[in-house]
């Protein structure tokens, strides 16, 4: 089975980890600062915090953020479910934004209507996440003017993005945004088994996500609310949690970050192999913004299902019986049984449903070879015909 995504792991990453096993810490040691360092460096952010899942830094994020019971958190409903429980975590109420039927990101001019309508209902939103699909960036410079007019704050979900760049910067340098958040999933740019990343400029927001990452724990007597005891004393400033990333992840981050611009790059070059071969093929290939440099961690194409003698589901199944490992990123969040719940239905967000009944993400990584681009390729055009 070729699979639609998997990690590189080389030589480098595993005497790094393997010295850490070797040294004094295990976890709260050196190398989780270094590793938030070089990534801070790398994408020009001024604050970088590890933890041990994008989900968490998703949380605290929203945390810091303020938001709250009685706010509303507002995404695209194309996206992993955790882009909106980060809200639901935080007591907050949660609504969409359909995609824009090009990018299939949050569109702009949806958010601008839903905003105007909102604004009537006296129910604007406190943090808007824009994700950056399959890697290609937002319109984040509209999101964030709308933001500005509206009163709400950014969280970039850049999951699938980092190594990415928007208007010539790094994806995390968050001049549009007030936090952006990178996950280290096996399936996405660079690894750290689990593990997340929160990043901003904001010197008070990077020190309540700190905050909260570890308990609400502080031993900075600056920070501290009550006088100290002694020279053992930490206080507890707030209810936090334990979301810390280990030594043994952060040493496998710093030592795959060395490889992320040729990641992203050997992931862009397979995307335009494909782009010209699937061109003579029923289906739609991504469209990519000429202002942005895709992480390309999702290649997605969708079915022109009017031209072909399938159903979405036969040619997703023929794919799969041809050890094709195909996959659907995502089913609309809010038609997840959980959101149903909520009230939301399937036919709220038509963009989104509309991509939904013909995406299929095709296998993409780095290590992925031409022959096995051949083989996807034979594949496809067989289910497709
Ligand atoms: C993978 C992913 C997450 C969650 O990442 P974890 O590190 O697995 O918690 C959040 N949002 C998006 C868009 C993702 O793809």
């Known amino acids: 089975m070729i699979p639609y995504g998997r990690q590189d792991i080389q030589q480098a990453d595993i005497d790094a980890v393997m010295a850490v096993l070797q040294s004094d810490f295990l976890t709260q040691g050196p190398v989780v600062p270094r590793f938030e360092q070089a990534v801070a460096d790398k994408v020009g952010a001024r604050h970088a915090l590890a933890v041990n ?29 955790a882009s909106a429980n980060c809200g639901l975590y935080c007591g907050a109420k949660v609504d969409f934004v359909d995609i824009d039927p090009r990018t299939y990101n949050l569109c702009p001019r949806a958010l601008e209507a839903k905003l105007e309508q909102a604004e009537r209902a006296g129910r604007l939103p406190k943090v808007v996440v824009a994700v950056h699909l399959c890697g290609q960036p937002c ?43 990178f996950s280290f999933h096996p399936v996405k740019i660079i690894t750290t088994a689990e593990g997340g990343m929160a990043l901003t400029n904001d010197d008070a927001l990077a020190s309540r996500m700190d905050l909260l990452r570890s308990h609400g724990i502080t031993r900075d007597p600056a920070l501290m609310t009550h006088e100290t005891d002694g020279p053992w004393y930490y206080q507890q ?16 981050g710093l030592s795959q970050l060395e490889r992320l611009d040729d990641y992203v ?9 494909y782009d010209d071969r699937l061109a003579a093929l029923p289906v739609t290939t991504p469209w990519q913004h000429p202002d942005s440099y895709s992480g390309r ?39 997840q049984p ?27 990584y780095p290590t992925m070879t031409y022959a096995q681009q051949d083989e996807v390729l034979a594949a496809l055009r067989s289910a497709l015909v």
Do not use: K
């Not at 400033?237 to 496998?252: H, K």
């Not at 149903?340 to 995406?359: H, I, V």
């Open 297 to 335: 961690h999702l290649y997605v194409i969708r079915l022109q299902l009017d031209q072909i003698g399938a159903t979405h589901r036969q040619a997703f199944e023929a794919l799969r019986e041809q050890g094709i490992g195909v996959n659907l990123h995502y089913i609309p969040v809010h038609t």
């Open 53 to 81: 899942s994008a989900t968490s830094a998703l949380h605290v994020a929203c945390l810091a953020l303020g938001l709250g019971e009685g706010d509303w958190l507002w995404t695209s409903p194309i996206t992993f479910v």
């Open 237 to 252: 400033v707030e209810l936090g949690f334990n979301y810390r990333m280990t030594e043994l992840q952060a040493a496998l």
């Open 139 to 181: 319109d984040i410079q509209a999101i964030h003017a709308l933001g500005q007019r509206y009163g709400f704050r950014v969280i970039e979900d850049a999951s699938h993005a980092i190594g990415g760049q928007y208007q010539g910067e790094y994806i995390g340098s968050g001049r549009y945004s007030d936090i952006t958040v």
């Open 338 to 364: 959980y959101y149903r719940e909520l009230g939301f239905t399937t036919g709220d967000f038509p963009a989104s449903q509309a991509y939904y009944a013909e995406a299929i993400s095709l296998p993409l």
């Open 265 to 273: 790059a050997r992931r862009n070059a397979l995307a335009a192999c």
